[in-house]
T-cell receptor
Framework: NAGVMQNPRHLVRRRGQEARLRCSPM?????VYWYRQLPEEGLKFMVY????????ESGMPKERFSAEFPKEGPSILRIQQVVRGDSAAYFC??????????????FGDGTRLSIL | DQQVKQNSPSLSVQEGRISILNCDYT??????FLWYKKYPAEGPTFLIS?????DKNEDGRFTVFLNKSAKHLSLHIVPSQPGDSAVYFC????????????FGQGTILTVHP
């Protein structure tokens, strides 16, 4: 009964490179959320996806960031041309359907992205 | 604009005593709240939630109180244990129906043996 799996756990990139973060939701969960945590801050919502659909990307920076959740395989958060300010912990959460009462989101252990 | 605020960055308590973590919110339309606990290098873990139709929800050592008129909620842990030392976040889906969570900044709880 695996939980939400994120990989890699740590990712180091140089400025200008691309970063790909992967998230496999819990079994039976078809809703995925991505959050970012900057140092000394709380988690900030980035994007909400269902299979093959982006439902809400209001928290995503307008440039360089994209997300997908294909019919098969994990959800991917992609950051192109990374900059130092992208250094953060990126968390993925999943739920069986739209999170509401009694449907808390379950989080993975995150990917810590460091930009050199 | 911080819609959910945890004004105490840290809290230190003695083992066996009560820990009280506080959270304020700005929008009276918010009707569901959650508390998450987070250890270093791990993801947040769901602890307890409360709906606005209640003013209290209890689960073992954890109780959440909601004061709608004050737009304030609190998490009580009693008795506190050293293993409770972690960062605690309050969160709410706000006005969304699908759980896009808005988190407070977190409170670091340290329970001393």
């Amino acid at each position: 009964n695996a939980g939400v799996m994120q990989n890699p756990r740590h990712l180091v990139r140089r400025r200008g490179q691309e970063a790909r973060l992967r998230c496999s939701p819990m079994k039976g969960h078809s809703h995925v959320y991505w959050y970012r945590q900057l140092p000394e801050e709380g988690l900030k919502f980035m994007v909400y996806l269902q299979k093959e659909n982006i439902i809400d990307e209001s928290g995503m920076p307008k440039e360089r960031f994209s997300a997908e959740f294909p019919k098969e395989g994990p959800s991917i958060l992609r950051i192109q041309q990374v900059v130092r300010g992208d250094s953060a912990a990126y968390f993925c959460a999943s739920s069986p359907y739209s999170s509401g009462e009694n449907q808390p989101q379950h989080f993975g252990d995150g990917t810590r992205l460091s930009i050199l | 604009d911080q819609q959910v605020k945890q004004n105490s960055p840290s809290l230190s308590v003695q083992e066996g005593r009560i820990s009280i973590l506080n959270c304020d919110y700005t929008n009276s339309m918010f009707d569901y709240f959650l508390w998450y606990k987070k250890y270093p290098a791990e993801g947040p873990t769901f602890l307890i939630s409360i709906s606005s139709i209640k003013d209290k929800n209890e689960d073992g050592r954890f109780t959440v109180f909601l004061n709608k008129s004050a737009k304030h909620l609190s998490l009580h842990i009693v008795p506190s244990q050293p293993g409770d030392s972690a960062v605690y976040f309050c969160a709410t889906p706000g006005g969304t129906s699908y759980g896009k969570l808005t988190f407070g900044q977190g409170t670091i709880l340290t329970v001393h043996p």
